[in-house]
C-alpha cells in the first residue's frame, strides 16, 4: 500500500492512501499453479486395465435351514431333534442335508460345557474322516 504526500498551499501535508492493490503475487502463483495442474492432469488419465466379471442377477433362493450336531453331557449326540450315534453320523447328516453333494454343505457343532474333550472330539474327527470340512463351532447354552 502506498501513500502520496500532496503539496497544499496551506502549508498542511496531508496523506492520501492508495488503495490499488498489487497483483503481482496473485499473478504468480496463479500460474504457477497453472503449471503444476497442466504437468498433473495428463497422470490422472492413466488408464489401468480392469478385467470385470459380468453381472449376475441376485438369487432368489432361500438359505437352507442350517444342520445343527448337539453332543450332550450324557454322551448322546442329536442332529436337530433325532438321536443318532458316532457310528452311524456321516449318514444320519447327509439325510439331514438332503442335498445332493451333502459333503459340501456347512455343519454346525454345539456341546454342552460338561462334555468330556474327548467325546467332542470324536465327533470332529468322524465328521472329517467321512469329508465333512465345513464345520461351523457354536458356543452357546443349551436348553
Known amino acids: 500500500m502506498g501513500a502520496k504526500l500532496s503539496g497544499g498551499s496551506s502549508g498542511g501535508r496531508t496523506i492520501a492512501q492508495n488503495a490499488d492493490i498489487n497483483v503481482t503475487p496473485f499473478v504468480d502463483i496463479m500460474l504457477v499453479l497453472l503449471i503444476i495442474f497442466m504437468v498433473a492432469a495428463p497422470m490422472a488419465t492413466v488408464s489401468i486395465r480392469l478385467d470385470l466379471p459380468p453381472a449376475t442377477p441376485p438369487t432368489t433362493d432361500e438359505p437352507k435351514e442350517p444342520v445343527y450336531i448337539t453332543i450332550q453331557d450324557t454322551g448322546s449326540i442329536f442332529i436337530a431333534e433325532r438321536a443318532t450315534s458316532i457310528e452311524t453320523l456321516a449318514a444320519d447328516v447327509c439325510v439331514a442335508l ?46
Open 98 to 143: 438332503a442335498a445332493a453333494n451333502c459333503r459340501e454343505e456347512r455343519v454346525f457343532v454345539r456341546a454342552q460345557p460338561e462334555v468330556k474333550y474327548n467325546e467332542f472330539m470324536e465327533v470332529m474327527n468322524t465328521l472329517q474322516e467321512n469329508g465333512f470340512f465345513k464345520v461351523g463351532l457354536l458356543n452357546e447354552d443349551i436348553e
